[in-house]
């Protein structure tokens, strides 16, 4: 079974600079996707960043990237010049690729890293 | 605004008694799940539908129940609600074929109070 591991129950980072949030992960599989999700104090669970197993270059969104280490299992987000909207629960979630269309499998969370942002 | 959405937002319920959340997945969604989330045990995945049928089973009770009707709508049914049942549950979609179907829409959920 697919496991995620986010070794960083908390983070704090000062307005503008720079902060790395970890995630490892450990599967079977070759073909697979991994994602960043974003939940503020609504609750709301929001899509940050995707990658795919496939892919060698590493997802960018505006501010937020990834290094994603396939050999290592490791999916880390690093998020750029921190804003005060930054702060809140961070998921890393895998999911797999088995199976076609929507019937690919569900997403394994992490337990989440929470994120402060300092002004 | 994800495009997936929920009802009720809240609800808050007696021990004992049963309640149905509802979800309509985003237009041409054919995929959709259902998750859990209470403050000790962090996401954790329920069941999945997909295009009317049963997917996948999660961490499901016997107490609860799931159905995904031809209009693909989705429906979660909860019994015999326990305390423990208090929990923000989410509700999630995802579309066929291609790339953007990789991705798993949530829902603003809806939050279960059992008192």
């Known amino acids: 079974a697919q496991t995620v591991t986010q070794s960083q129950p908390e983070m704090s980072v000062q307005e503008a600079e720079t902060v790395t949030l970890s995630c490892t992960y450990d599967?079977?599989?070759?073909?697979?996707?991994l994602f960043w999700y974003k939940q503020p104090p609504s609750r709301q669970m929001i899509l940050v960043i995707r990658?795919?197993?496939?892919?060698?270059q590493n997802a960018t969104e505006n501010r937020f990237s990834v290094n994603f280490q396939k050999a290592a299992k490791s999916f880390s987000l690093k998020i750029s010049d921190s804003q005060l909207g930054d702060a809140a629960m961070y998921f890393c979630?895998?999911?797999?690729?088995?199976?076609?269309?929507?019937?690919?499998?569900?997403?394994?969370f992490g337990k989440g890293t929470k994120l402060s942002v300092k002004p | 605004d994800s495009g997936v959405t929920q009802t009720p937002k809240h609800l808050i319920t007696a021990t004992g008694q049963r309640v149905t959340l509802r979800c309509s997945p985003r237009?041409?969604?054919?995929?959709v799940y259902w998750y859990q989330q209470s403050l000790d045990q962090g996401l954790q995945f329920l069941i999945q539908?997909?295009?009317?049928?049963?997917?996948a089973k999660g961490n499901i009770l016997e107490r609860f129940s799931a159905q995904q009707f031809p209009d693909l709508h989705s429906e979660l049914n909860l019994s015999s609600l326990e305390l423990g049942d208090s929990a923000l549950y989410f509700c999630?979609?995802?579309?066929?074929?291609?790339?953007?179907?990789?991705?798993?829409?949530f829902g603003e959920g809806s939050w279960l109070t059992v008192v």
């Open positions: 999630a979609s995802s579309v066929g074929p291609g790339q953007s179907g990789n991705t798993i829409y």
């Open positions: 990658q795919e197993a496939y892919k060698q």
């Open positions: 979630a895998y999911r797999s690729a088995t199976g076609y269309g929507g019937s690919q499998g569900n997403l394994i």
């Open positions: 599967t079977s599989e070759s073909d697979y996707y």
């Open positions: 237009s041409g969604d054919l995929s």
């Open positions: 539908y997909y295009n009317g049928e049963e997917r």
